[in-house]
């Protein structure tokens, strides 16, 4: 309780805010990122430090680099080069959404991007020791594009770009169980970021890669009765953008916006 104290009032005080408001008139707090497309896919938080996944270089071509912010907004270090794995065709492996949890970071990779037959469409999950970022394990996950993944009833759950469901797995990642998820996905595709409040379940659907196109889809949310995810409502995003990776830490929720490349900063009594 002490940390999570700390950490309400860091947020509280931190932060810059943003330019155009939500659709309650209130602007979000947001951590800018300090190269271009450092914010193109994942965001995890801990006690004092927040961590976003990018698998694109400042050129725009595909490479992983994980970002490392003081809770407080300032820039800390990143790691270039942090997932350089293939699949067993020698294609690249793009970041996901990662998730920070008892000392380490996990981050989905997949193959999506390097274009393989929807048949050989295949994901991990890499697990990172913090705070020095040393790769320590890798699992194979299977088919499918994995994008996100959270912990509930001691287990992983992990969601997909082009699989509208989530599917549990074990301390291992070792597949348990595969439960769908009722919401129609949009042109851009399926969830990017999850989180677990309770027995509720919020999936961040992909939004737009640039202005001027839709704002984000939305934030669907779920409720789990311990055989199925019942769908409650779909929640408008704080941002244009913030169609990406999201967290919640405490009672704070952190969007990955990609098109402004930056993370947004809510309450969670703002869904």
């Given at each position: ?76 270090a990143e790691k270039r080069m942090a997932y350089t ?62 994008e996100s993944l959270a912990t509930y009833k001691g ?117």
């Amino acid at each position: 309780m002490k940390r999570l104290f700390i950490l309400k009032i860091i947020v509280a005080s931190m932060l810059s805010f943003s330019a155009s408001a939500n659709s309650e008139g209130v602007s979000p707090k947001f951590i800018q990122m300090n190269k271009f497309y450092r914010g193109w896919q994942g965001v995890a938080a801990d006690k004092d430090k927040v961590y976003v996944t990018s698998d694109r270089d400042v050129d725009f071509s595909l490479s992983n680099t994980i970002s490392v912010y003081g809770i407080s907004g300032k820039y800390l270090a990143e790691k270039r080069m942090a997932y350089t794995g293939t699949d067993k065709k020698m294609r690249f492996m793009s970041f996901g959404d990662c998730f920070a949890a008892k000392g380490f970071l996990y981050a989905t990779v997949y193959n999506f991007n390097s274009g393989p037959p929807e048949k050989e469409r295949i994901s991990r999950v890499v697990k990172y020791r913090l705070p020095d970022l040393k790769q320590v394990a890798q699992y194979d996950i299977g088919q499918g594009t994995a994008e996100s993944l959270a912990t509930y009833k001691g287990s992983f759950w992990v969601v997909y770009h082009d699989r509208n469901e989530i599917r549990r797995f074990d301390s291992k990642f070792r597949f348990q169980a595969a439960y769908p998820l009722s919401a129609q996905f949009g042109g851009e595709g399926g969830y990017q970021g999850i989180f677990f409040k309770n027995d509720d379940l919020y999936g961040n659907l992909h939004g737009s890669n640039e202005y001027g196109k839709a704002y984000a889809q939305g934030l669907d949310h779920y409720r789990f009765d311990g055989h199925s995810f019942k769908f409650i409502e779909r929640i408008k995003p704080p941002t244009y953008g913030a169609g990406q990776g999201v967290e919640r830490v405490g009672t704070y929720v952190f969007w990955a916006d990609r098109p402004g490349n930056k993370i947004i900063i809510t309450s969670e009594n703002a869904l």
